[in-house]
């Protein structure tokens, strides 16, 4: 009986990713702990961020509706897909070569789809084009359909699918049909590289977020000139993050509501330097629409910063001290906190180290439990 795994990680994004180079970093580690008795072979996604110039926009958005089109035609799936004499892609044959037992997603990547003799472990962080299809980051170039077709036709066939969350697991099952014991929710657990040492914070406001719409910047562009119009001085406000077509009109807005000289766009930094924002800042504002969960938070109130979020991305701070719950579209509240004058919560470190440690721990152990019973079935034929 062999008992050697050969597991094949696809991941992880590049830096500029954003969210999804940090979600994905996290899981590898939690990988390579669980499975420290095998083999794991490290392949790059072929992805990019970056985005089509303008006049280019059309094109793209027609080539792939075309490629939708080609894809959903039954004919054509049968065709690639069922027949048992297409041979495999070139992607699964160099697998095949390095003898690879399991490929484990570690985002929603469309070449899992190309695999028919592999089994695979699917990752889907979020269903935020279900939550929020008005927003054009879901409905632009196709982008809903997209989406749901790829969701559908890998979570049907994956072996195992990892959720950052049990709200996810709730709406898969719903949405989709799929078994409850196929869907793993393996929460964020970040941890500190190095030993916190609290240093003097500033008065700014921190938002770490690429400017696409759901991050809902302008809420907070209003709070701002709300307090302006009461004579009352506002933080400054440093939004750090890459433009997904939305940085133009957010200029636009600054300008039109004359807060410009309160809001600096630093664009995207570091991660060394976005820590170190956050070891300053007095308060990291998250008034993004869309969740259930986000890795700024955590990554937050690890370095002693509180940080306020909306309720529909806040799944996974429960009742940790120094987490204030904010509605997305609730003014008022938003100038509260950005008003220089206000004070927050402590934040309670050592707390927030020890139930992330345990969340790593017990995704470890789920990770471990998986893999056991996938060595099993392995064992059972050729």
């Known amino acids: 009986m062999n008992s050697h795994l050969v597991v094949a990680v696809v991941g992880v994004e590049l830096p500029e990713a954003g969210g999804a180079h940090n979600a994905e970093t996290l899981m590898l580690g939690q990988i390579r702990k669980s499975l420290n008795d095998h083999e794991i072979i490290i392949i790059e996604p072929r992805k990019t961020y970056a985005r089509p110039y303008e006049d280019s926009r059309r094109l793209v958005g027609f080539l792939r509706s075309l490629y939708l089109l080609w894809k959903s035609n039954p004919v054509t799936w049968s065709l690639s897909r ?67 077709w790829s969701i559908k036709n890998i979570a049907i066939k994956a072996t195992a699918i990892v959720v950052d969350s049990e709200v996810t697991k709730a709406k898969l099952k719903t949405y989709y049909g799929i078994e409850d014991s196929i869907i793993h929710s ?10 916190f040492i609290q240093s003097e914070r500033e008065s700014f406001a921190l938002y770490p977020a690429h400017y696409w719409s759901h991050k809902n910047h302008i809420v907070l562009f209003e709070a ?37 000289s309160y809001v600096e766009f630093l664009g995207f930094i570091p991660k060394s330097e976005l820590h170190t924002l956050y070891q ?12 259930p969960t986000n890795l700024p938070p955590l990554e937050s109130l690890l370095r002693g910063c509180p ?34 004058t206000s004070n927050f ?23 471990k439990t998986f893999f056991m019973s996938f060595k099993l079935l392995k064992n059972t034929h050729a």
């Open 307 to 340: 940080v306020a979020v909306t309720p529909s991305a806040r799944a996974n701070l429960g009742e940790w001290p120094g987490v204030i719950e904010v509605n997305g579209d609730d003014i008022p509240a938003w100038s509260k906190l950005l008003d220089i």
């Open 224 to 260: 701002i000139a709300q307090l302006l119009s009461e004579n009352k001085k506002p933080r400054q406000l440093k939004l750090t993050g890459q433009d997904r077509g939305n940085l133009k009109y957010l200029i636009e807005k600054t300008n039109e509501l004359g807060i410009s």
């Open 280 to 291: 300053r800042a007095a308060i990291v504002v998250m008034p993004s629409l869309l969740g």
């Open 345 to 367: 919560p402590h934040v309670g470190v050592p707390t927030v180290q020890t139930h992330l440690s345990e969340i790593e721990a017990s995704n470890v152990v789920k990770l």
């Open 82 to 148: 069922r027949f048992t004499w297409i041979p495999p892609s070139k992607f699964e044959r160099d697998l095949l070569r390095k003898q690879v037992d399991l490929v484990f997603f570690v985002g929603l990547y469309d070449r899992a789809i190309e695999l028919k003799r592999i089994p695979f472990v699917a990752t889907i962080w979020d269903l935020g084009h279900r939550d929020l299809p008005v927003m054009p980051e879901m409905s632009g170039n196709r982008e809903f359909e997209l989406r749901e």
């Open 186 to 195: 393996l929460p964020f657990a970040p941890h500190l590289a190095e030993e």
